[in-house]
């Protein structure tokens, strides 16, 4: 089994900052890229930002410029650093990997449970 498990999320008034993380635990081989989601109120799941095992990055127009991802792959951990946080980045936020369990087995997507951010005006 794998475990994706994320922390960091709260309530922050505008302007403000959080820093999100995600430990993948269990029984991994290795982990190919890690994304971040979100989801809105009323709304569809929306990809954030992703991340490569090499660092390769990329975000949704909305975050960029306030929004980094990264990642240590030692932990199998990724984190997203939000700055400049907005009403609009309210939403529950997922983290997902591409997790491979053993050396024949294939990359298989796996989901955390979310955490809640919630930006105030």
């Known amino acids: 089994q794998v475990q994706l498990v994320e922390s960091g999320g709260g309530l922050v008034q505008a302007g403000g900052s959080l820093r999100l993380s995600c430990r993948a635990s269990?029984?991994?081989?290795?982990?190919?890229?890690m994304r971040w989601y979100r989801q809105a109120p009323g709304k569809g799941r929306e990809l954030v930002a992703d991340?490569?095992?090499?660092?390769?990055?990329s975000y949704t127009d909305s975050v960029k410029g306030r929004f980094t991802i990264s990642r240590d792959n030692a932990k199998y951990t990724v984190y997203l650093q939000m700055n400049s946080l907005i009403p609009e980045d309210t939403a529950v936020y997922y983290c997902n990997a591409d997790v491979r369990r053993t050396t024949i087995s294939p990359y298989s997507p796996y989901w955390g449970q979310g955490t809640q951010v919630t930006v105030s005006p």
């Open positions: 269990g029984s991994i081989f290795s982990i190919q890229t």
């Open positions: 991340i490569t095992p090499g660092g390769a990055t």
